[in-house]
């Protein structure tokens, strides 16, 4: 089945000991997003990949990367993890056509960060 | 800018009653609207999604929403709970020029036995 997969589920990493988070999917997506999710709150847009074209929300902290090293595959990387980093991180894909047309985001099971 | 309003942070319900969810949004022009569910420490799936057409769209698990423009409204209903549905429910708002989602702060459901 095609689908958007993120590994690990689960990461436990030092406080500013630098972390990435992986997703894949085989939905042949051209579009990939990251989400942070904290605790009892909703998914909060870090960044997304429209083809190779990175596109970065105004308040996304310095401290997450992202890279897009082909269609299939995304990754997140927190540079110096903080405490307040921790959370559910949310990888999605869409089939964005570009003609202000829009397709449903399809979403991973998530990765939750642990931060000590 | 676009927003969504969910009123409910929690809601309990019995299994085989009735349910509504509220969901409100915000948005100049015609808005791309979705339902998502979330289940403890899983990601989203997707139950309907509003894009046009019929205002009353069927979604997966027997769930149902309606699009209510005058009201700027996008309720979630399902007539008969089942305990599995206990989750949490998300609300959002796409915007068609950055095909990008707005949540809500999602509703907490819980199905007493």
């Known amino acids: 089945d095609a689908m958007v997969i993120q590994n690990p589920r689960y990461q436990v990493t030092q406080f500013g000991k630098p972390v990435t988070l992986s997703c894949s999917q085989t939905?042949?997506?051209?579009?990939m997003y990251w989400y942070q999710q904290k605790s009892s709150q909703a998914p909060k847009l870090l960044f997304h990949?429209?083809?190779?074209?990175?596109?970065n929300e105004a308040d996304t902290p310095d401290n997450f990367q992202s890279r897009r090293p082909n269609t299939s595959f995304c990754f997140l990387d927190i540079r110096s993890p903080g405490l307040g980093d921790a959370a559910m991180y949310l990888c999605?894909?869409?089939?964005?056509?570009?003609?202000?047309?829009?397709?449903?985001?399809?979403f991973g099971p998530g990765t939750r960060l642990l931060v000590l | 800018a676009q927003s969504v309003t969910q009123p409910d942070i929690h809601i309990t319900v019995s299994e085989g009653a009735s349910l509504e969810l509220r969901c409100n949004y915000s948005?100049?022009?015609?808005?791309?609207l979705f339902w998502y569910v979330q289940s403890p420490g899983q990601g989203l799936q997707l139950l309907l999604k509003?894009?046009?057409?019929?205002?009353l769209v069927q979604g997966i698990k027997g769930f149902e929403a309606e699009f209510k423009r005058s009201q700027s409204s996008f309720n979630l209903r399902k007539p008969s709970v089942h305990w599995s549905d206990a989750a949490e429910y998300f609300c959002?708002?796409?915007?068609?020029?950055?095909?990008?989602?707005?949540f809500g702060t999602g509703t907490q459901l819980k199905v007493e036995l």
């Open positions: 948005y100049g022009a015609t808005p791309y």
């Open positions: 959002a708002v796409g915007t068609g020029g950055g095909n990008k989602l707005t």
């Open positions: 509003y894009f046009s057409g019929d205002t």
């Open positions: 939905l042949n997506h051209n579009v």
């Open positions: 999605a894909t869409s089939s964005a056509s570009g003609l202000a047309g829009w397709e449903t985001q399809y």
């Open positions: 990949y429209y083809d190779k074209d990175f596109n």
